[in-house]
């Protein structure tokens, strides 16, 4: 059972394009929201996460849209570049859970010159 | 990586033999954490590690067992390894495990049971 479901699994955009990946989730009691980046032979690196008491977060190109209602949270990558390629995880926390993260399916992003 | 590190970074063993793998940290964190990653699947934890010789179980414990002795070694052990068990096997380290806390993940260990 996926509690943390991620869409699309892969995704190919031009250099400069936006790239979305979608996740959504069924559990309310998710009260943190992570996102990953991971690139090929290394280990998964935070990259933004978002509480759900705010509907949005922005740290340069990347941007965390939160749907409180729909229990739907996106990544959106601006101006996407080559060195953005790689594979992207969602996550899920919640308060009782010290810790232990739910992660998503995984999102390979393919950024094309 | 964090100041983590994995060994072996490889290993192909065979079905039914134990396999140890070990985790090292120099961040004295407290939290240690153990993922595997498998395709369709994303990251899904183990077991996990709140101090020396405190640990407790994540959605995917059977068949693994993990052990803590000293704060910057969190070993995982696979009984008797099956070919279900393929994969590539992350550590992660928190500072305490507030569910707010940045994981670190070392470089992974890719395991093979033929």
């Known amino acids: 059972q996926q509690q943390v479901k991620q869409s699309p699994q892969s995704l190919i955009v031009q250099k400069g394009g936006i790239s979305i990946i979608n996740c959504a989730y069924e559990?309310?009691?998710?009260?943190?929201f992570p996102w990953y980046q991971q690139f090929p032979g290394k280990g998964p690196a935070l990259l933004i996460a978002i509480r759900p008491d705010v509907s949005e977060k922005k740290e340069g190109r990347f941007t965390i849209s939160f749907n409180k209602s729909a229990k739907q949270f996106s990544l959106h990558i601006m101006d996407s570049q080559p060195g953005d390629s790689a594979t992207y995880f969602c996550?899920?926390?919640?308060?009782?859970?010290?810790?232990?993260?739910?992660f998503g399916q995984g999102t390979t992003l393919q950024v094309k010159p | 990586d964090a100041g983590i590190t994995q060994s072996p970074r490889h290993k192909v063993t065979e079905t039914g033999t134990p396999v140890t793998l070990r985790c090292h940290q120099t961040?004295?964190?407290?939290?240690m954490y153990w993922y595997r990653q498998d395709p369709g699947h994303g990251l899904r934890l183990i077991h996990y590690?709140?101090?020396?010789?405190?640990?407790d179980k994540g959605e995917v414990s059977d068949g693994y067992s993990v052990s803590r002795s000293k704060t910057e070694d969190f070993l995982l052990t696979l009984e008797s390894a099956t070919s279900s068990q393929t994969s590539v096997y992350f550590c992660?380290?928190?500072?305490?495990?507030?569910?707010?806390?940045?994981?670190?993940f070392g470089p992974g260990t890719r395991l093979t049971v033929l």
């Open positions: 992660a380290i928190s500072f305490s495990g507030g569910r707010t806390d940045t994981q670190y």
């Open positions: 590690s709140y101090g020396v010789k405190d640990t």
């Open positions: 961040e004295n964190h407290r939290y």
């Open positions: 559990n309310t009691a998710f009260d943190y």
């Open positions: 996550a899920a926390s919640m308060r009782s859970n010290t810790g232990k993260l739910i």
